[in-house]
């Protein structure tokens, strides 16, 4: 693939996360549940009341500009130093929602079932796509892969957050000198954003490991974004645009949808949505999607 259009996907990438500054509805209910390691009641659908009127100028919203991109987020070659992270832009809504997927989920492609991990570590890329459309139950328009290096400079645009350990993450560190982020409230710079969502020993596996990687992604948003950022999109573009990823946007998409980024960005309200996925174990180990879960996922 042209590095030339590799360059410029990542900073449509950025682009589209600043843009969704919109609605509330569905935080309320997940800043009350998002963190409980039990087993979670059926979602209810989020309320997109209050959307903004059309901004200045001659793009009208529509629902055909929506787009699911799938972020692939690998800093090893391990499951749980791996994130698939789903982003569905919403301009009539004038907003995003954004939802982890376990590693572990299971998903069928071509009558082989395995889990998406798997599917991306034995096969590539544009498997673990297949993988994440067979098991989210939607279409992905396009991906984005980022490495260690490239997940760090896309977080250190946004900056840093706030956030709520829920218990000591100890990362264990050959020579004994273990790393160990405390419990509570902790500042999460890049370095330590990326310890964070992947860590290794979650008391409750990888689908909490996602919860977590799920509402990181929306914070990271919702705690930097606001309405002068968007006037410094252009020069994150030229901050972002030698990173090393792997991609198939390409200028033209970018092109295409720069409006309704635009548009997207311009809406004064709140910010992204996170969408905690939400199954069951087989027999297999495999996490399975609860059907409500799918169904709200492709409501929008």
């Known amino acids: 693939m042209a590095k030339k259009s590799a360059k410029v996907a990542l900073a449509y990438f950025i682009t589209l996360l600043i843009a969704f500054l919109v609605f509330g509805g569905l935080l309320y209910y997940l800043a009350n549940h998002l963190l409980e390691p039990e087993k979670q009641t059926t979602p209810a659908q989020p309320n997109f009341a209050g959307g903004a009127d059309e901004a200045d100028g001659s793009y009208k919203p529509s ?19 791996t994130s698939f992270i789903l982003l569905k832009t919403l ?3 004038r907003g995003l929602v954004v939802t982890a997927l376990p590693g572990d989920s299971y998903a069928n492609v071509n009558g082989e079932e395995n889990s998406i991990f798997e599917f991306y570590r034995t096969q590539g890329v544009l498997a673990a796509v297949k993988a994440a459309e067979s098991a989210a139950g939607m279409t992905i328009d396009k991906y984005l892969k980022v490495n260690t290096e490239s997940l760090s400079l896309l977080i250190n645009v946004f900056g840093g957050i706030d956030f709520d350990i829920p218990y000591n993450l100890i990362h264990e560190v050959p020579g004994g000198n273990d790393i160990i982020i405390r419990e509570g409230q902790t500042y999460l710079d890049a370095d330590t954003l990326i310890k964070v969502i ?47 990823i ?17 548009y997207i960005a311009e809406n004064q309200g709140d910010i992204a949505i996170p969408l905690v996925a939400m199954g069951e174990y087989n027999e297999n180990g495999l996490f399975v999607f609860e059907p409500n879960f799918v169904q709200l996922l492709n409501h929008f």
């Open 91 to 93: 301009p009539v809504e």
């Open 246 to 262: 792997e991609t198939n946007i390409t200028a033209y998409d970018y092109a295409e949808k720069a409006d309704s980024l635009k």
């Open 63 to 81: 629902k055909s500009d929506s787009q699911a991109i799938l972020l692939i987020a690998e800093t090893d070659k391990k499951q749980t130093s």
């Open 198 to 244: 992947t860590f290794p020993a979650y008391r409750e596996g990888e689908q909490y490991r996602a919860r977590i990687t799920t509402m990181i992604a929306a914070e990271l948003i919702n705690k930097n974004v606001n309405a002068g950022f968007s006037g410094r999109i252009d020069s994150a573009f030229n901050l972002i645009i030698n990173s090393d």
